[in-house]
């Protein structure tokens, strides 16, 4: 079974808008991590934001935040307000506590922002 | 700092070369990955270093040859490649085995020809 699910291959939005980006997760383990990544054409992968599975509240970094949903086991990314630089590849990853250092990444969601 | 370099960026080599790659950090980060990564999938683990010693190697053919000199460096060595070897190669590393987010370099575009 796939660890992450991103289900949306390639989204569209307006300048200014905000922009969800879908992401579900299979674990058994309680102790795990979510992650999003954005990676422009350029390749580098770039960090974004963390959620713990112990977290409380959603994370939220400047224009990104996690909507943490645990009992549906998902953690969809919200990009508020996006900008032409925004336009990338967005991967959505999670680390389980009991496989230590691997990270299982989905299959991405490529975002276009148009002006 | 949260900086990872990789050499070179670019890398074109016959399928009887030997080259490397190189990766380097100096956040203290004690884990150290090398990703392949084809164009629109997601990166694929290929080996994983842990306090210098090698803790995951996902079946990777013996043609790619990692080597971690110190805890700063990570090599990834290159002999007898075929054309279907050519991807984006990515280094990354994280605080410890146990640690959060990874942070990625630019990664190197590797041609097989």
């Known amino acids: 079974a796939q660890k992450i699910t991103q289900t949306q291959p390639g989204m569209f939005v307006q300048e200014k808008e905000a922009v969800t980006l879908d992401c579900t997760y299979d674990t058994s383990d309680p102790s795990y991590g979510l992650f999003w990544y954005k990676q422009p054409s350029s390749g580098e992968m770039i960090f974004l934001i963390y959620q713990g599975s112990y977290d409380q509240q959603n994370a939220t970094e400047g224009r990104y935040s996690l909507n943490f949903q645990k009992a549906r086991k998902s953690a969809n990314l919200v990009i508020s307000a996006s900008q032409l630089g925004d336009s990338a590849m967005y991967f959505c990853?999670?680390?389980?506590?009991?496989?230590?250092?691997?990270?299982?990444f989905g299959t991405g969601t490529s975002l276009t922002v148009i002006p | 700092d949260t900086e990872v370099t990789q050499t070179p960026k670019h890398l074109v080599m016959g399928m009887t070369n030997k080259k490397s790659l190189k990766c380097e950090q100096h956040m203290g980060h004690r884990a150290m990955y090398w990703y392949k990564q084809k164009a629109k999938k997601p990166p694929e683990l290929m080996f994983v270093?842990?306090?210098?010693?090698?803790?995951i190697n996902e079946s990777v053919p013996s043609r790619f040859s990692p080597e971690c000199p110190n805890s700063s460096l990570l090599n990834l060595h290159l002999h007898a490649l075929q054309p279907e070897d050519s991807a984006l190669y990515l280094c990354?590393?994280?605080?410890?085995?146990?640690?959060?987010?990874?942070?990625f370099g630019p990664g190197t575009r590797l041609t097989v020809t």
């Open positions: 990853a999670m680390r389980e506590a009991y496989t230590g250092n691997q990270f299982y």
């Open positions: 270093y842990s306090y210098e010693k090698l803790s």
């Open positions: 990354a590393s994280s605080q410890d085995s146990q640690g959060y987010e990874q942070y």
